[in-house]
C-alpha cells in the first residue's frame, strides 16, 4: 500500500512541476502602428502594425500612388524583415528597430532597384 501512495505522489510531482507555455503571452516590444518613408531608385509611405506576437502586416504606396502589401517579421531585439508586394515586383525591407525608431535598406533585385527606409512608431 505504501509502494502504491509512493508512485502517486512521485507521479503528481513530476506533472505539478511542468510548466504550461502555451498560457504565458508572447509580447513583442515593439508592437504598435508603425509609419515610414523609404528612398532611393524608387520612394514612398509605408503604414503597419507590428502585433504582440511580432508579425508585420501594413501597406507601402510609391511615388506613383501604387498599393501594395506589407509583410514580415520583427524580433523582440528589433531585426526586423518585410517584403512588400509580390513576385518579380515584391521588394525586401531589413534593418534595425530600436526603441520607438527604426531604419534598413531595401532591394527590388528584379528591377536592380535599392534605397533606405526609415519610420516611427506613433
Do not use: H, R
Not at 509605408?46 to 501604387?66: L, M
Not at 509583410?71 to 515586383?89: D, E, I, R
Not at 528584379?110 to 526609415?118: I, R
Amino acid at each position: 500500500m505504501k509502494k502504491i501512495l509512493y508512485i502517486f505522489l512521485a507521479t503528481l510531482l513530476i506533472f505539478s512541476s511542468c510548466s504550461d507555455d502555451a498560457t504565458t503571452p508572447i509580447t513583442n516590444q515593439f508592437s504598435g502602428n508603425w509609419t515610414g518613408t523609404y528612398t532611393g531608385d524608387d520612394s514612398g509611405n509605408w503604414v503597419g502594425t507590428i502585433a504582440t506576437n511580432g508579425e508585420v502586416n501594413g501597406n507601402s504606396t510609391n511615388a506613383n500612388g501604387d498599393l501594395q502589401s506589407l509583410n514580415g517579421t520583427v524580433t523582440n531585439s528589433g531585426a526586423f524583415s518585410a517584403t512588400v508586394g509580390t513576385g518579380s515586383l515584391g521588394s525586401s525591407f531589413t534593418g534595425t528597430l530600436n526603441g520607438n525608431n527604426g531604419v534598413g535598406v531595401w532591394e527590388n533585385s528584379a528591377l536592380q532597384y535599392t534605397g533606405t527606409w526609415a519610420g516611427t512608431k506613433e
